[in-house]
């Protein structure tokens, strides 16, 4: 049975690795964002959960929040210190997944930067900034919030996301293909698999009956996402 656009953050969607794979994070890295980690005898808290878990499935809501901490991977601040302003974010939004829903990005920008200066959020990992009278997203968070479509109703839900880019036709929805990413509705490791084995774009594209463009595309992001993962 499909689940509901209310119901669809909190649908099981992959195992870890996968997700990671999938958003081209290291494994260790998603899991220490999910559910917490300890080195040289320091316990980290998770940035995504509430409390750590232990569990290994990932639920499309959390896949989304892992996608948007990914903007933030190459920074050089611990995003442990974004864990206090999602937490707030949950409770005031009334949602466990705050950053896979429209509203922090859009219309809860004040609400965002309250916290942010509540929680005396660097700089470097802000969601959002004020210039002049109005407070904009940072260049991160549109990044991210680019790549995702929501729902246009009420819940306003990440329905589905663009992972190499709201330009691209490759599409990760967790309804299609077991939550694989596919461009026409075709998986794009099967198209990825067709071209390593020989046979040329036009040859795919004629096959599944789809442009050149999107399997060229498809192409593209498995190469991309099949390098060492960041």
Do not use: C
């Amino acid at each position: 049975m499909s689940a509901s656009k209310s119901s669809i953050l909190a649908r099981p969607a992959y195992g870890v690795a996968e997700a990671a794979g999938l958003l081209g994070l290291r494994s260790d890295r998603a899991r220490a964002w999910l559910d917490g980690a300890g080195r040289q005898g320091v316990s980290y808290p998770p940035v995504i959960r509430p409390e750590r878990t232990g569990d290994d499935i990932v639920t499309w809501g959390e896949f989304v929040e892992l996608g948007y901490l990914r903007e933030y991977r190459r920074k050089g601040v611990p995003l442990q210190r974004l864990r206090p302003v999602i937490a707030e974010l949950r409770r005031e939004l009334g949602t466990p997944y705050p950053l896979a829903t429209v509203k922090p990005y859009v219309y809860d920008r004040e609400l965002v930067l309250e916290l942010q200066e509540r929680n005396d959020l660097p700089q470097a990992i802000a969601m959002v900034i004020r210039s002049g009278q109005e407070i904009l997203m940072t260049p991160e968070t549109k990044s991210f919030f680019k790549k995702v479509e929501f729902d246009p109703g009420v819940s306003g839900a990440a329905l589905r996301l663009r992972p190499a880019g709201d330009a691209s036709p490759v599409v990760i929805d967790p309804l299609v293909r077991f939550g694989r990413p596919t461009v026409s509705g075709v998986a794009t490791d099967r198209l990825w698999e067709l071209h390593d084995a020989g046979e040329s774009l036009d040859e795919i594209a004629d096959a599944y009956e789809i442009d050149i463009g999107s399997v060229r595309a498809a192409v593209a992001y498995e190469e991309q996402f099949r390098s060492l993962a960041v």
